[in-house]
């Protein structure tokens, strides 16, 4: 069973950063790959990014193309994702999730493990 724990969330202006890490307890990190979804209020989870187990292919939603970028670090066995130039519509609970497969996923029904979410409120 794979923990993940967000952290990172807070309240930021319109036009600051911020930079999310998702820590896992699983000491097979470097074979999973992570993705990091949102869900604002009133609206389903949606895709945000996705790294694979390698770091080699990162996966981005249009919204946030340009101004997010994921990354991860084997070694501590912990996912990014840092958010610049963020929007009051970016405000959402930020949720990091696992999936130990083959490919790198974007749909939320693929992944298999998930963290509790940190919120971020982007103020205008």
């Known amino acids: 069973q794979v923990q993940l724990e967000e952290s990172g969330g807070g309240l930021v202006q319109a036009g600051g950063s911020l930079t999310l890490s998702c820590a896992a307890s699983?000491?097979?990190?470097?074979?999973?790959?992570m993705g990091w979804f949102r869900q604002a209020p009133g609206k389903e989870r949606e895709f945000v990014a996705a790294i694979s187990w390698g770091g080699t292919k990162t996966l981005y939603a249009d919204s946030v193309k340009g101004r997010f970028t994921i990354s991860r670090d084997n070694t501590k066995s912990t996912s990014y994702l840092q958010m610049n130039n963020l929007k009051p519509e970016d405000t959402a609970v930020y949720y990091c999730?696992?999936?130990?497969?083959?490919?790198?996923?974007?749909?939320?029904?693929?992944?298999?493990?998930w963290g509790q979410g940190t919120q971020v409120t982007v103020s205008s």
């Open positions: 999730a696992a999936y130990p497969g083959g490919d790198t996923p974007t749909r939320e029904y693929e992944y298999d493990y």
């Open positions: 699983e000491r097979a990190f470097s074979v999973l790959h």
